[in-house]
């Protein structure tokens, strides 16, 4: 895997998890909108 590939997936991958611990959180489990900030501390 080239370089430049390996920092493609390594963003898409944070980005991803990025969108899915406001979504999943939020939206799906139903807990206020300031507890997923407790996975971005952690």
Known sequence: M???L???TWFAGVS???FLVPLVF???LGL???AHYLVYGG
């Open 2 to 4: 080239t370089d430049r």
């Open 6 to 8: 390996q920092h493609l």
């Open 16 to 18: 991803v998890v990025a």
């Open 26 to 28: 939020s939206s799906w």
């Open 32 to 34: 206020q909108h300031d």
